[in-house]
């Protein structure tokens, strides 16, 4: 292996394009698989798991690393390749980094001894990662609607760095903002930026008078008894991970219109979610060198 830290990402999506661009721009060593073409070639390209992909210093797999189908999350080949299939590749002393880590993969590198970050949990990427999709959910609901959101009564249901930032920007539009919490601390801040604010108890009290409702809590929240008080005319965004936060089966029979919408940085804005993607595997693999994790 050079002298230079090689990162070889498997997967495909356009947040990967970027970073793996960034990557070689700022002195790394790039390998790739699961693209089916790249314009750079300072990027080695491989068409499927050969031996020589794995001699690296990081592999990063995709966010989320495995997709509905219980394999490795790769656009071009969704059904080829397996977790085991990666592991009993991978060199002693390689780092991984992914998104959305299971039982599966904890259990797998546990056995090999395999350090790993989950970029889902390192914090800078959740706070980054708020704003594309906050732009996102209010694209959607522009797409999904026939009123302005200046003026409109929005719902915003969690105050956490999405909800932050999402009712930051609604407020921002013109937009009339209710943000539900259940801590009290969340509602004074709540409060003091100038949204109404209501307790997850008192919800059911404000729901029929929303024309948009936006969902970041990631549990079954918009029940069918939770429905029935929406008005018919308004429109869900859920930004949970799926299932999502809503009664789908009973939205459908309401004649509610619910969406479900999932990984909306990489679709709204792919070069921006790529920085941001990049900005924390560098920043993740400074910490690993810096603690002897990565093998020199």
């Known amino acids: 292996m050079d002298s230079k830290i090689v990162l070889t990402f498997i997967g495909g999506d356009t947040r990967q394009h970027v970073a793996m661009d960034m990557a070689v721009k700022n002195g790394y060593r790039?390998?790739?698989m699961g693209f089916e073409s790249l314009k750079n070639t300072d990027i080695e390209l491989y068409k499927d798991l050969a031996q020589d992909i794995f001699d690296c210093h990081v592999l990063i797999l995709p966010i989320p690393y495995k997709n509905k189908y219980g394999y490795i999350n790769i656009v071009s080949s969704p059904q080829s390749v397996v977790?085991?299939?990666?592991?009993?590749?991978?060199q002693p002393g390689t780092l991984i980094i992914l998104g959305k880590e299971d039982e599966d993969f904890r259990q797998q590198v546990k056995a090999a001894g395999i350090p790993y970050f989950d970029i889902l949990k390192e914090e800078s990427f959740s706070v980054l990662n708020a704003i594309p999709t906050a732009e996102g959910a209010i694209q959607r609901a522009m797409e999904k609607t026939d009123i302005t959101l200046h003026g409109a009564n929005v719902l915003v249901l969690g105050y956490g760095r999405i909800g932050k930032s999402l009712s930051r920007m609604l407020k921002g539009i013109g937009a009339k903002v209710t943000v539900e919490a259940r801590k009290q601390e969340d509602l004074a801040w709540i409060y003091d930026n100038g949204y109404n604010g209501v307790h997850l108890d008192q919800l059911d009290e404000v729901l029929?008078?929303?024309?948009?409702?936006?969902?970041t809590i990631p549990h079954l929240v918009l029940t069918r008894e939770r429905l029935l008080k929406?008005?018919?005319?308004?429109?869900i965004i859920d930004l949970a991970s799926a299932p999502g936060g809503v009664d789908y089966i009973a939205a459908q029979e309401l004649g509610i219109k619910a969406y479900l919408e999932l990984s909306l940085p990489?679709?709204?804005?792919?070069?921006?979610?790529?920085k941001i993607v990049y900005q924390v595997i560098n920043n993740l693999v400074e910490k690993a060198r810096n603690c002897g994790i990565i093998r020199r």
């Open 230 to 235: 929406v008005d018919k005319d308004a429109v």
């Open 208 to 215: 029929s008078t929303q024309q948009i409702i936006f969902n």
């Open 83 to 90: 977790l085991d299939k990666i592991m009993k590749h991978i």
């Open 266 to 274: 990489g679709i709204v804005a792919p070069k921006t979610a790529g």
């Open 30 to 32: 790039v390998k790739a």
